[in-house]
């Protein structure tokens, strides 16, 4: 068995189907992480089922239960602990390809290896009626990025690769955004901005996929808002520090007009619907990013070597 010196994070709040789905894929690989951390957000009985269950593969996993709620923080919490030079994010509704590490750890190897690789992000399972593809990144050549870049050409969160060191002196990700936190999304956006902006090598590899699980309506039409807040939240808490922002802004709601306009042209109610929420949401969140005083909130993200604090129970 090969093994890679990548640590892999996996966020999860009461999702244990989901996160036994995840840790399987990850532990169906030919090259190995050094380890697998779970962020347990949730501290469900069946979670800490689900980990041992796992733990019994040659690869250690440690679950970490946590009483904060957040996104962002999970993942900052998992940057501290580990204790590789490369660590690697997913979520505990994604199920990473066999090769998924394999793929990373061939990159990181390469003598110009970039600061951190973003991955195709596919829907995952048969598509039913009532079931959509939540999120989906399907590019297909590489690229590398240096300097001013739209941030969602490197990736999305759920699949991303990180020098730990590089990912520690930008600060981590910022708590005020992502999941469980008022900024609700935009967390990976902002977090590929800020590493771009400060002289880091980001790279997109479409080899490295992970499957995204599909979701009800329910489901669809509130991410579809968050998704707006998120972006929107990451743009005004930039717009006044980075006259490139407004750039990215610009480009972000072209696209969201040519959406209306084939909604239109197709009269397609449920695509014209999506884009209003989306753009809704956007200016919500572009308020609340305005009105935030500095570009990033963190726990101080520091190198690996040990943690320990009130409220986080390390098994």
Known sequence: MTT?????VVSTVDRPEALARCL??????????TEIIVIDQGGEPETADVVAANAKHGVP????????RGLSKARN???RLVRTPWIAFTDDDCAPDPSWIGVFH???VDPDAPDGIGGRVLAG????????ALAQRL???PKTYRGPTLPWLVGSGANMLFRVDVLCRAGGYDERLGVGSPGVAGEDLEVLHRLLRDGATLAFEPAAVVFHDRVGTERRVATRSSYG???GAFVGMWLRRDRWVAYVLARWLRDRLVGVARAVKHRDRWRLHEERLTLTGATKGLRYGWRLRSPISTSDPAPAGGFAEAGVDVE
Do not use: C, K, S, Y
């Open 106 to 108: 061939r990159r990181t």
């Open 125 to 132: 399972g048969d598509a039913t009626p009532g079931t959509f």
């Open 139 to 141: 590019w297909t050549e």
């Open 61 to 68: 996993v440690r679950h970490v239960v946590v009483d904060e």
């Open 24 to 33: 399987g894929a990850i532990l169906d690989g030919a090259v190995m992480p």
């Open 77 to 79: 919490l998992g940057l």
């Open 229 to 231: 807040f998120g972006m």
């Open 4 to 8: 890679a010196p990548i640590a892999v």
